[in-house]
Every structure is written in C-alpha cells, then in structure tokens.
C-alpha cells in the first residue's frame, strides 16, 4: 500500500529541546516536502526536496532543519523549539514530471506542542 | 512571488445545491493549480488539478474547477452538494518556473446542511 508515514503523531515537550519528526515514503518520489498549519493561516512550505542531497527553503524555514540523505526518508529537525513552533506538521511526497512536481501525496500528520 | 487567495473562510450550502469555492492566484510564469479536501482529523487529499489544456477539470468525487487564466481564478465547484462533502478545502498553485516551491491557501470551510 502506498504510505506517507510520519513519527511521531502526536508530541509534548518543551522549548529548547532538540527534536526529530520523521517521514518516510514507500512510492519511491523523488520530491518531498514539509508544511506546517495553523488556524486561519492554511499551509505554509517549510522546506522541500527535489532528490537526495538536494533541500530548499520553503515560505518560513527559520528555526527548521531538514535533510535528504536518502530517497524515502526526509526528517525535519527542530534544534531549539519554541512555543512559536507549535503547530500541526505535515509531510508531503510527489513525483517529478518535466522537471517539476505534480499531485502531492500528504501524512496524516503530527501535532507539536511546545510548552 | 507567487501567492493564492480564498476569499471566503466559511461557505454554507443546502444539500442538493451546487456550490462554489473560490479561488485566485498569483504567479509570474505558467500556473499549476490544485485543489485538497482535509477531513477532520485527517491529512490532505488530492482532489484535482490543471496544469495544462481543456480549462474545465473534472476531479474527485464529483467535483470540478475552471481555470480562468484572465482572472487569474480557479473555482472549485459541485453541481449538487453532499453533506459529506463538508469538510476544509485548499486551493494550491505552483509556478511552472519554480518546480518545488508550493503555495496554499487559508482554507475555506464547506457546510452543507441537510
């Protein structure tokens, strides 16, 4: 079955402690992506990846980390979290066509609350 | 910079009556622009798409949006309505000439009231 997994779906912890949520694809895209969302602001694009080794800033990179160190894994760190960061996160896949990306395929989701 | 618009947080229907989700864009080369549904709960699903070609795409479910490149628009509609098809509904666009970058909307929030 073809699966955007994300780990954790849910977590509490508190600023400044270093985080790591996952995300892993089995569809073998190439492009993957992360988003946060929040009440009346709808989905902004934290980082994207076209393929391994190759990351870019989305709409509000700041206080994120990612990596793309293989195809179906691409993991968002948060070195220091802090309230501000509190969100629910979403990780997104897709294929390349022409160079460029086509329908994205979401997680289901993890919800952050930093305190 | 490319940017998206919903101008309506809230859109309230009849069951049985066509709806109308709006949408506008904003971008500096060629449009690709989709729509997602996210249930309660749920991440997002795809719902439909134009990147080129006929102007009016069918998608899901039984939805269909135009694309209007002169008003810059891509209205999501539902000849008739579903109370299941309540739910929070995303317009999205991409510029052809930035391949990985991917704007949404606020969301619009459909109720269709039995």
């Known amino acids: 079955e073809a699966q955007v997994t994300q780990n954790p779906r849910y977590l509490i912890t508190v600023t400044g402690k270093k985080l790591t949520v996952t995300c892993s694809q089995n569809m073998n895209h190439e492009y993957m992506s992360w988003y946060r969302q929040d009440p009346g602001l709808g989905l902004r694009q934290i980082y994207y990846s076209m393929n391994v080794e190759v990351t870019d800033k989305g709409d509000v990179p700041e206080g994120y980390k990612v990596s793309r160190k293989e195809k179906r894994n691409f993991p968002l760190i948060l070195e220091s979290p802090s309230p501000n960061q509190t969100s629910l996160y979403f990780c997104?896949?897709?294929?390349?066509?022409?160079?460029?990306?086509?329908?994205?395929?979401f997680g289901p989701g993890t919800r952050l609350t930093v305190l | 910079a490319q940017s998206v618009a919903q101008p309506e947080d809230q859109v309230n229907v009849a069951e049985g009556n066509p709806l109308t989700v709006k949408c506008t864009y904003s971008v500096s080369g060629n449009p690709y622009l989709f729509w997602y549904v996210q249930y309660p709960n749920r991440g997002l699903q795809f719902l439909l798409k134009?990147?080129?070609?006929?102007?009016l795409v069918k998608g899901s479910y039984g939805f269909e949006a135009e694309f209007n490149k002169s008003q810059t628009s891509f209205h999501l509609k539902k000849p008739s309505a579903l109370v299941s098809d309540s739910a929070l509904y995303f317009c999205?666009?991409?510029?052809?000439?930035?391949?990985?970058?991917?704007?949404f909307g606020d969301g619009t929030t459909l109720t269709v009231k039995p």
């Open positions: 997104a896949t897709g294929q390349l066509a022409g160079g460029t990306t086509d329908t994205q395929y």
């Open positions: 999205a666009v991409r510029d052809g000439a930035n391949a990985g970058k991917s704007t």
């Open positions: 134009y990147i080129t070609g006929d102007n």
